[in-house]
């Protein structure tokens, strides 16, 4: 009897567990993400673009040590807010062939690498547009529909987390490098104009079925370590000026996220900027247990001065959980988990 009463005990215990792991899983049905290099898991490896990450060493520390077309060393935000929320660890990108409807159901990525809200960031590099990863999302609802049927289609948009991470191309590679924006806009200018295309995007998404956002502004790109490489005036330090354009644009980012929660009806946008934790790390990496913040693990350094990493640079570090950046524009896996895990318990908060 007493072999019977402990295994009913043990039975009620893993009941428990189940349930408690049941109840943290499936906040969302997908996550749905639009945007640059900082969330693209792939869809640059399969159109006209220089821009790409799809080779040795990016992905050395993914699962299997293979190159995905992330600009990373490993996951990217929205694969660990993925896990977060109960689904898949990985989102797939919505070009690549390997994937189908079925993968895409509870979760896709339609983001571009060097894109912007401007249409002229885009064709610096021949990117995908932001209102064409728009096109491929209609595309995207009409294979689910198939798939899933209408009725549940309908759930999966409406109560998708979707995830907006984009604008530092918009300075870094358009405004503050070609004079066709600079010419005519002063840089407060410049913002209110891409405020305008993100409402404008954002609305057209509301107007497509999407309720739920997570809205990322700027990080601290002045002290991203191609800037500081080139920062000889300042010694080699944060470009003060391109952080406080930071923080003005994603003040009036949330100022629009504001707007639009009063004025679309079951609307929900959440400001997750993460400019603060991420500045918080440039400024104390020691506290979160890095030891290179200045330059990169690969791609960038005193005297090596190239935008991404290459196959042939015998600069890559040996471990690149040291470093705060992996390449001149992007954070390392370490730094994105950290990001990553400041912002999901707001997400959570909000949308589970």
Same mark, same amino acid.
């Given at each position: 009897?007493?072999?019977? $009463?402990?295994? +009913?005990?043990?039975?009620?215990?893993?009941?428990?567990?189940?349930?408690?792991?049941?109840?943290?899983?499936? =906040? !969302?049905?997908?996550?749905?993400?639009?945007?640059?290099?900082?969330?693209?898991?792939?869809?640059?490896? *399969?159109?006209?673009?220089?821009?790409?990450?799809?080779?040795?060493? $990016?992905?050395?520390?993914?699962?299997?040590?293979?190159?995905?077309?992330?600009?990373? #060393?490993?996951?990217?935000?929205?694969?660990?807010?993925?896990? &977060?929320?109960?689904?898949?660890? %990985? /989102?797939?990108?919505?070009?690549?062939?390997?994937? #189908? /409807?079925?993968?895409? &159901?509870?979760?896709?990525?339609?983001?571009?690498?060097?894109?912007?809200?401007?249409? !002229? %960031?885009?064709?610096?590099?021949?990117?995908?547009?932001?209102?064409?990863?728009?096109?491929?999302?209609?595309?995207?609802?009409?294979?689910?529909?198939?798939?899933?049927?209408?009725?549940?289609? =309908?759930?999966?948009?409406?109560? +998708?987390?979707?995830?907006?991470?984009?604008?530092?191309?918009?300075?870094?590679? #358009?405004? $503050?490098?070609?004079?066709?924006?600079?010419?005519?806009?002063?840089? %407060?200018?410049?913002?209110?104009?891409?405020?305008?295309? &993100?409402?404008?995007?954002?609305?057209?998404?509301?107007?497509?079925? &999407?309720?739920?956002?997570?809205?990322?502004?700027?990080?601290?790109?002045?002290?991203?370590?191609?800037?500081?490489?080139?920062?000889?005036?300042?010694?080699?330090?944060? !470009?003060?000026?391109?952080?406080? *354009?930071?923080?003005?644009?994603?003040?009036?980012?949330?100022?629009?996220?504001?707007?639009?929660?009063?004025?679309?009806?079951? /609307?929900?946008?959440?400001?997750?900027?993460a400019f603060k934790i991420f500045d918080q790390i440039i400024r104390k990496?020691?506290?979160?247990?890095?030891?290179?913040?200045? =330059?990169?693990?690969?791609?960038?350094?005193?005297?090596?001065?190239?935008?991404?990493?290459?196959?042939?640079?015998?600069?890559?570090?040996?471990?690149?959980?040291? $470093?705060?950046?992996?390449? +001149?524009?992007?954070?390392?896996? =370490?730094? #994105?988990?950290?990001?990553?895990?400041?912002?999901?318990?707001?997400?959570?908060?909000?949308?589970?």
């Open positions: 009897m007493a072999f019977t $009463y402990i295994s +009913a005990g043990l039975l009620i215990l893993a009941l428990s567990l189940t349930q408690g792991s049941i109840l943290v899983k499936a =906040k !969302v049905p997908a996550v749905i993400v639009f945007g640059d290099s900082s969330v693209d898991t792939g869809n640059n490896n *399969v159109i006209a673009t220089v821009l790409k990450s799809n080779f040795h060493p $990016y992905g050395r520390d993914f699962e299997g040590g293979r190159p995905t077309g992330r600009f990373c #060393n490993g996951r990217v935000p929205p694969d660990f807010i993925s896990e &977060a929320f109960g689904l898949k660890p %990985t /989102i797939p990108a919505y070009l690549d062939p390997a994937y #189908n /409807i079925s993968d895409f &159901a509870s979760g896709v990525c339609f983001a571009s690498a060097g894109t912007g809200y401007d249409i !002229v %960031t885009s064709s610096v590099l021949n990117v995908i547009p932001l209102l064409k990863e728009l096109e491929y999302f209609q595309d995207y609802q009409n294979k689910l529909r198939a798939y899933v049927g209408e009725a549940k289609a =309908k759930e999966i948009v409406t109560e +998708a987390l979707y995830i907006v991470s984009l604008g530092t191309n918009d300075f870094l590679e #358009n405004y $503050y490098i070609f004079p066709q924006r600079r010419a005519h806009l002063s840089p %407060t200018q410049f913002q209110d104009f891409l405020i305008g295309l &993100a409402e404008n995007f954002l609305r057209k998404l509301y107007n497509l079925g &999407a309720r739920k956002f997570s809205l990322t502004g700027l990080p601290p790109m002045g002290c991203l370590p191609l800037e500081r490489t080139t920062n000889f005036p300042g010694h080699h330090d944060c !470009v003060e000026e391109y952080n406080n *354009v930071a923080l003005e644009f994603n003040g009036k980012l949330s100022s629009l996220a504001i707007k639009l929660n009063r004025e679309l009806p079951g /609307i929900r946008i959440l400001d997750a900027e990496p020691d506290a979160y247990g890095f030891e290179v913040v200045e =330059k990169a693990c690969c791609a960038t350094g005193t005297y090596e001065m190239s935008y991404l990493c290459s196959q042939r640079s015998p600069f890559t570090c040996e471990d690149a959980s040291k $470093y705060v950046f992996w390449d +001149a524009f992007h954070p390392t896996e =370490k730094t #994105n988990k950290i990001i990553s895990d400041y912002v999901t318990p707001l997400l959570l908060a909000n949308f589970a």
